[in-house]
């Protein structure tokens, strides 16, 4: 039984902390003495550039090289190209390749499975893959959430995403029903709250309103900061760059959260495999 776990963090509205949820989450859990690699799954590259490779442009060996590897199936080292964080994390990196590997993709016959083929074929290394979504809904994010096991929807304090939230839910329930029926969605982060307003609170009450019943709404907030904003051009986590910051302790706790539930589900499928 493969003991890795494949976390999508996913939501098509841009600006909701996805990228620093992805290299805190990632950072995080290799703190913890987990083998953690991270996907950037984004044209823009925000990942690649955050963990300190600036020059994306240059890298020769990307995402969108790993999944033209498989749409043409040759037979390339799986692990080449795969980059090292001193921080104990590996990366895939990406860059503007990767969206005119969007287009391929729809015409390919593996064109949903291909990224699912690709992590097969690492995964047995890891005990966490994390990849890190676009800001849409196309055939690369379609790649993400066929490859995952599950979904971490990043929401950003201010602003309730009910519209943009029910699109994505409909999206995953499409991806259950055709491609990928394990797929779940772990829950919603709440990112980039002041906690100076009632804005935060009342967001929370509205997702609880209307989605609570779905889907778990994490405990832990993420709280606005400037180191926050900060440390993306560092090519370092917020535990490296300033470990006592409110957010740094926010991560660490979302990250024993995200544990938590991964420790939960791994019983049950020891108990329904014993049984």
Known sequence: ??????IAICNQKGGVGKTTTAVNL??????????????????????????????????????????????????????????????????????????????????????????????????????????DCMPSLGMVTLNALTAADSIIIPVQAQYLPAKGMTQLLQTVSKVKKHINPNLKIDGIL????????????????????????LIHIYKTKIPMAVKAAEVSSKGKSIYAYEPNSTVSKAYAEFTKEVLADGNRQKERLHASYAR
Request: net charge negative; aromatic share 4%; charged share 25%.
């Open 190 to 213: 709440l990112t980039l709250v002041d906690n100076r307003t009632n804005l935060a609170k009342s967001t929370v009450d509205a997702l609880r309103q209307n989605f609570g019943s």
């Open 1 to 6: 039984m493969p003991n890795c776990k494949t």
């Open 26 to 131: 990632g950072i995080g859990l290799a703190m913890q003495d987990k083998k953690v690699l991270l996907i950037d799954a984004d044209p823009q590259g925000d990942l690649t550039t955050c963990l300190g490779w600036h020059d994306t442009d240059s890298l020769q060996i990307t995402t969108a090289s790993k999944l033209s590897d498989i749409i043409r199936e040759e037979n390339a080292d799986p692990y080449e190209g795969i980059l090292h964080h001193e921080e104990k994390v590996d990366l895939i990196p990406a860059n503007l390749e990767l969206a005119g590997l969007e287009m391929s993709l729809v015409t390919a016959m593996s064109r949903e499975t291909a990224l699912r083929s690709y992590l097969d074929k690492v995964k047995d290394r890891y005990d966490y893959i994390i990849i």
